[in-house]
């Protein structure tokens, strides 16, 4: 430990932001960067503490405290905090191939976890992971490391999203062939059209790509497999294949009026705009826009807030965000208690904007739509929301949010979008392959495998756990491309943790 007293002598200091009012101008990201020296001080704050809850990873009470990658936060804090940026780079890059995503996306779990935490202020540990990755860049430490031998092997994955890069990434480095396909245009999945250019300027997962195509990764876009490929050609030329495809298949709205003009799937917002910004800065007009309209956003989490942030910077009227549940509690409450994550109040960045441009925080809880209403062209022009409470079903004794009778109002809406979370992968491509699928539309594998029903054929992230987080799909990335390797060569070296 660098400095034992650190967390003592220093107080937290985050990254500065741009005022909310002048970021809603550009797309661009709008956090501010602490200098080396203000980091490693804030790195000094790290307590080497016995159990470092930071890395644990697993889930507690249902949810997940501490990293899923179980990056080794207090060895890489004490060589920042020393000055050591290579080996502090080195640890980091040993257990999270894609530090550059996830100090930018990650909702840190690793921070809600650490000890410090639970007597005052964590310890920053997004940004430091951000100024460590970042600096290995400046300095060369995270160029392009080819294998030096090949194996022979050849793997597809189908699908770049965090888990399909993370096999690919694990994969080559052990030597096999590695061609990656996506249906999209650009690489990156959900990094690159689900999540916006605000969160996660395009040119880092560019940058990253280059490197792994440097280090001999091949990269097939606008290839929809199942469709443009059949799976038995995928089968015939490769050893093994990876399915990697997400779980985009969006939860909906059945409300009367539901096919009124102006209602999208929040994925698809998200996706046509990230595109139109890419493609030509919006002038091809192929954005969904929320110029001058009042928008409503159906569901809160992050997709909501980003939503949110996306639809302000257009230029909306208004925005309004209605979620199903009670708003949670400010601070933790005695049943939830440390190191359990957090289930407490987040106002994120699209909030922030909301409350800054509109003089009002855009969410409204325990409300649902009960009803979509439209004009005499087909077009939405406002919407009946419905108060809800919390009531005991009397046949199953589970609790179930019910309408709250005489509670039902009507606001403007000119544009809807749902952000209601995911049903499961899209089913053509498991139907292509016959794989067998859960009931949650999951591919199914047997417990702590990423193997299918089908030989040779193995599958990870969204598309085998469901809708989660860019380290979970990080994580079973890393799980699966093991697994594959241990397959193809009868043993594995390749770190999982």
Sequence with gaps: MGKPTGFMDYERVDANSEEPRKRIEHFNEFHIFLSPEEQRCQAARCMDCGVPFCQYGQNIAGMTSGCPLHNLVPE????????????????LHKTNNFPEFTSRVCPALCEKACTCGHWGDAVSVRDNEHGIIETAYEKGYAKAHPPKTRTGKTVAVIGSGPSGLAVADQLNQRGHSVTVYERDDRIGGLLMYGIPNMKLEKQIIDRKVDIMKEEGVSFVTSCNVGVDIKPAELLKQYDRVVLCCGAKNPRDIKAHGREAEGIYFAVDYLAKNTKSLLDSNFKDRKAISAKGKHVVIIGGGDTGNDCAGTAIRQGAKSVTQLEMMPAPPEKRLPNNPWPQWPKVLKTD???????????????????????????????????????????KDEKTGRMQMTEVAGTQKKIPADLVLIAAGFLGTESYI????????????????????????????????????????????????????????????????????
């Design 430 to 497: 498991s139907k292509a392959f016959g794989i067998q699928m859960t009931e949650r539309t999951n591919v199914e594998t047997k417990e702590g495998s990423y193997a299918t029903s089908v030989k040779n054929v193995y599958t990870a992230g969204d598309m085998h756990r469901g809708q989660s987080l860019v380290v979970w799909a990080i994580r079973e990335g890393r799980e699966c491309a093991h697994e594959v390797d241990e397959s193809l060569m009868g043993y594995s070296y390749l770190g999982i943790q």
């Design 76 to 91: 890489w804090n004490d060589l920042l905090y020393t000055g050591n940026w290579e080996q502090a780079y080195n640890r």
């Design 349 to 391: 960045y699209g909030q922030e904007e909301a409350i800054a441009v509109y003089g009002k925080d855009p969410r409204v809880y325990q409300t649902t739509v009960k009803e979509f209403h439209k004009d005499k062209n087909g077009k939405l022009n406002g919407i009946t929301i419905v108060k809800l409470e919390q009531r």
